[in-house]
DNA sequence: AGGACTTTGTGAACGGGAGAACAAACTGAG
DNA sequence: CTCAGTTTGTTCTCCCGTTCACAAAGTCCT
């Protein structure tokens, strides 16, 4: 009965118990990018790893890489480092994708089929169990092995499938719409694609995707470094 | 001869003349978006907005946005608001979008078809030069109007056009070596698609879009929700 | 067993961004 | 011209996130 692995162990289950208190945004951002370098290193065949070699495979300073580890517990051997499958296995239980979320998808035109056909979903904790679109032509085609049905179609799906995220890869002139009746549905976290700010109520969440933006935040940059060159 | 006109004249000026010292990052990664509003309200044809309605289009703070703004100069009227069609060519200038860059997307599977589609590009300031992919069986293909080419011709594109920008849409096993064919041709910013980090000199920008990330961050608060809902 | 070495987990300092609040500056009516 | 009303630009404070630096905790060799 040492008093010291007695307590950290309870206040490991603790931890586990309630789910990790609050663990900073920034930190949660930074989990999924720890998780995918993690499944690199176990398809590498890699069974343990040093906070200095997970970091560097994410992008990221070691000792960040710590502190946003200790937020979930202490799951790494000090002088040896971190067990690869099992640390893995822990971020994937933290963030949740241990079993799979139910997806659908809306607006199945050029970006809605590139999502559709996308592999990595499954792998990564995701599985598409709808493709819905409002153009009546879309029906009836298949993609992916999925049989785009009727938007109006959304509430029954949702239901049956319990589903809980919805990606919207419409026009922005219909993205708002289409968010208050993913929402009417049931549905409270939402991944838009299209080039607008939706706004939706409290406890639904929304997380956007807009390549013009990532491009003009590079054209920023590379016209600053070329206006330096020129001086 | 009125010595406040002319005083804040000079000062605009001086700003214009070495292009706004240092702008914060997180106020750089917002211009767009203002920017993309400001696109909306000229559309919808409104003439002058404050800083309250400018900022719930959006999605932001409107102390933030004042703030983001001041950065750039004084471009508002106080008592009045901004004149729209003016303060979008400021920012437009600011993050150097009044003329077309030209870009090349690498890797023209699911993804890269999309992009090549998108017809997004033209009207946000960039200007899709080439298609190139590593795989014979896709050469000759036109997409948007847009020969596939042969991925080896990387470089004489990218010095005939003087191309800046190059997408990665290609698998991410290939994504490292396709960055740094991009750097040997030239370019200096980078935005990259494939699920893997990416490592570039120093003086190279890479900025990522990575699908899973966002549906992963989502996932873990809907997890949270759904805990909680059920405590 | 003991001591040198490695690596984690964390306390503390630091820097940057977010938001409240207000003075300055402009408009328009009388 | 003056004054009330409006909205910007900016200052100030607080908080979050990053990074340094080191004690704690383990391994491994002798
Ligand atoms: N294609 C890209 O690579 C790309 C890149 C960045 C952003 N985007 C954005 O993603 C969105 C989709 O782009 P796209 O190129 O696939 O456009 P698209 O026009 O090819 O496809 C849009 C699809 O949405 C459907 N739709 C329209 N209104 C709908 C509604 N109310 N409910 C359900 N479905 C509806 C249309 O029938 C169509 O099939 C756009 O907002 C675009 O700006 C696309
Ligand atoms: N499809 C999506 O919606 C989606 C979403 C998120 C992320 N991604 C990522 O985007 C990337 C592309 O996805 P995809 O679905 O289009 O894959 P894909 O397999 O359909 O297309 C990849 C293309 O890249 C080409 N390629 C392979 N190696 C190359 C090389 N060395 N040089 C040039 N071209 C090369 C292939 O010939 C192919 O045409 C992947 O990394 C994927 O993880 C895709």
């Keep these: 009965m040492a008093p010291l692995p007695g307590w950290k162990v309870g206040l490991v289950s603790a931890r586990t118990a309630d789910s990790a208190r609050d663990i900073p945004e920034a930190t949660v951002a930074r989990l999924p990018v720890y998780l995918r370098a993690l499944t690199t290193l176990v398809d590498n065949g890699t069974a343990t790893c040093s906070s200095e070699e997970l970091a560097a495979a994410a992008g990221v300073n070691s000792a960040k890489l710590r502190k946003d580890l200790s937020y979930l517990g202490s799951y ?123 706004s939706v109520p409290d406890g639904v969440d929304v997380r956007k995707v807009d390549l013009s933006i990532e491009l003009q935040i590079l054209a920023y940059h590379e016209q600053r470094k070329q206006s330096e060159a020129t001086a």
Tied chains: 1, 2.
């Design 76 to 198: 790494g051997t000090r002088g040896v480092g971190y067990d690869v499958d099992y640390l893995r296995y822990q971020i994937a239980r933290e963030i949740g994708v241990t079993q799979d979320w139910p997806v659908v998808i809306v607006g199945i035109g050029n970006l809605g089929h590139a999502l559709a056909n996308f592999s990595g979903f499954r792998s990564r904790g995701f599985r598409v169990v709808a493709l819905l679109d409002a153009d009546p032509d879309r029906r009836g085609e298949r993609v992916a092995g999925i049989d785009v049905r009727d938007f109006a179609d959304l509430e029954p799906i949702v239901r049956e499938h319990g589903v809980a995220i919805g990606v919207i890869a419409t026009p922005a002139s219909a993205a708002q719409d289409v968010a208050d009746q993913m929402v009417e549905a049931g549905i409270r976290s939402i991944l838009n694609f299209a080039p607008i700010v939706i």
